[in-house]
């Protein structure tokens, strides 16, 4: 295992909260704090013509109102922040950090641009893993890093029909517009998969499934379909915020690192059979390279992560004991923290 520099760390800190920053100068109106349920929601309220909009921002927490008091001048430094962002993705360059691959690069940013992932969309799967170097502080190597063409994107359907917002640009058209063709499912009325012929990427939209059936869903924020899975709920639950290493980077989101890491044992079990064995190597290569970083620097957060998923049940439990018994070593790791 190697520590990324502390130049490294440094410019990915400093490119997240440029990032940041720059979301909230996007604003067009005046914040407004909404509650929906036991929880509040920040909007940007303006008005187009004889219509009023509110456009979502956040989920209220401190953080974030911090930011949307400085919004104006953040607005005003704008244009500084652009040239900054992109001085510190030639810094991660230089320092070899690894960056998102064209294809990939494309179709992620452009769906962050349309607002994927400010409206709860969670980037998930092996291009989620890899943001984990700078979080992390740590080199993924290429074993664990390796490249996929799949590009698999995560929401609870509750969220995206509580926010009542939607992306600013359709993401049928955003997808035609990069060449991807929709790949309708068996009933032939609901699309969640697109696929790129040129580069054969592939860009799915999941959704957790809290019931026997894992059914098609929709998710109104993003206008598309979902397939819904078992055990996702666990997985996207209080997700981060990090930067998509892409041109001059985009802010998106992915699961927490401790959470990903024990949510890839169970799927690892789910594929341990069949077509998707091979899959499930790489699962557990990914989990055993998390669990051994997370439990040197955050052993606490693993730690709750850990139980947490425990608690939830025994086929949780039955999920997670399956794969540990392929690698006694991390059932050591997991149990002795």
């Not at 697109?194 to 059914?215: K, M």
């Not at 690192?257 to 341990?272: F, Q, S, T």
């Amino acid at each position: 295992m190697k520590d990324l520099s502390p130049v490294a760390v440094a410019a990915w800190t400093d490119l997240l909260r440029h990032l940041r920053d720059a979301a909230v100068g996007e604003l067009r109106g005046t914040p407004r704090l909404k509650k929906v349920g036991q929880k509040s929601y920040w909007y940007d309220h303006f008005r187009i013509g004889d219509q009023t909009v509110d456009r979502y921002i956040g989920e209220d927490n401190p953080e974030l109102r911090t930011r949307l008091e400085r919004a104006e001048r953040i607005r005003a430094a704008e244009k500084q922040s652009q040239a900054e962002r992109s001085r510190l993705m030639r810094i991660l360059r230089a320092e070899g950090c690894l960056m998102t691959d064209r294809g990939s690069g494309q179709v992620i940013s452009a769906m962050a641009r349309s607002g994927v992932f400010r409206l709860g969309g969670t980037l998930i799967g092996t291009q989620a893993f890899r943001c984990y170097e700078g979080e992390l502080g740590v080199r993924i190597g290429f074993d664990q890093a390796a490249m996929t063409d799949d590009v698999d994107i995560a929401s609870f359907e509750r969220l995206s029909i509580a926010l009542g917002d939607q992306v600013t640009e359709p993401l049928a058209e955003v997808f035609r517009d990069l060449s991807f063709a929709p790949l309708p499912s068996v009933d032939g009325q609901h699309v969640w998969r697109w696929r790129q012929s040129a580069q054969q990427t592939l860009v799915e939209f999941l959704t957790p499934c809290f019931d026997e059936n894992e059914g098609l869903r929709e998710l109104p924020a993003l206008g598309v379909s979902a397939q819904s899975l078992h055990y996702l709920n666990y997985l996207i639950a209080e997700p981060i915020q990090v930067p998509l290493l892409y041109r001059a980077g985009f802010l998106i989101q992915v699961p927490r690192p401790e959470r990903y890491a024990i949510h890839k044992l169970i799927v690892a079990d789910r594929r341990r059979d069949g077509p998707d064995a091979l899959k499930a190597r790489k699962d557990r290569a990914q989990a055993e390279f998390l669990i051994s970083v997370l439990s040197r620097e955050r052993p606490d957060d693993l730690r709750e992560a850990y139980e947490t998923a425990r608690q939830k049940g025994p086929s949780w439990r039955a999920r997670l004991q399956s794969s540990l018994n392929r690698l006694p070593h991390l059932r050591d790791s997991l149990e002795s923290i």
